[in-house]
Nanobody
């Protein structure tokens, strides 16, 4: 079992930055692909970014590409999401998710483990 805990959310002005962290316990993340998803009020959960465990390959949703950067510190079993140039439409609860596979997938139903989420609010 893998337990995931997100942190780093908060309130920020449009154009500002936040860095989210996803810390794992119970099992190392070293052989998992880890993704960030987000869910805004009244909307479906959507994919934001994913990082693989081989070579740190990454894939981003078009809506965040060029503004968000996903990275991982395997020695600390932690994955980060650096979010720059934030927009009000980035307001959502952000979740990290992990799956024991190599591929980079944006499908939420493929991930086995999920955190509780952290709220990000971007004020205009």
């Amino acid at each position: 079992q893998v337990q995931l805990v997100e942190s780093g959310g908060g309130l920020v002005q449009a154009g500002g930055s936040l860095r989210l962290s996803c810390a794992a316990s119970g099992r190392t993340l070293g052989r998992y692909s880890v993704a960030w998803f987000r869910q805004a009020p009244g909307k479906e959960r959507e994919f934001a970014a994913v990082i693989g465990w081989v070579g740190g390959n990454t894939f981003y949703a078009d809506s965040v590409k060029g503004r968000f950067t996903i990275s991982r510190a395997n020695a600390k079993d932690t994955v980060f999401l650096q979010m720059n140039s934030l927009k009000p439409e980035d307001t959502a609860v952000y979740y990290c998710a992990a799956g024991p596979f190599l591929r980079l997938t944006s499908r939420a139903d493929e991930y086995n483990y999920w955190g509780q989420g952290t709220q990000v609010t971007v004020a205009s």
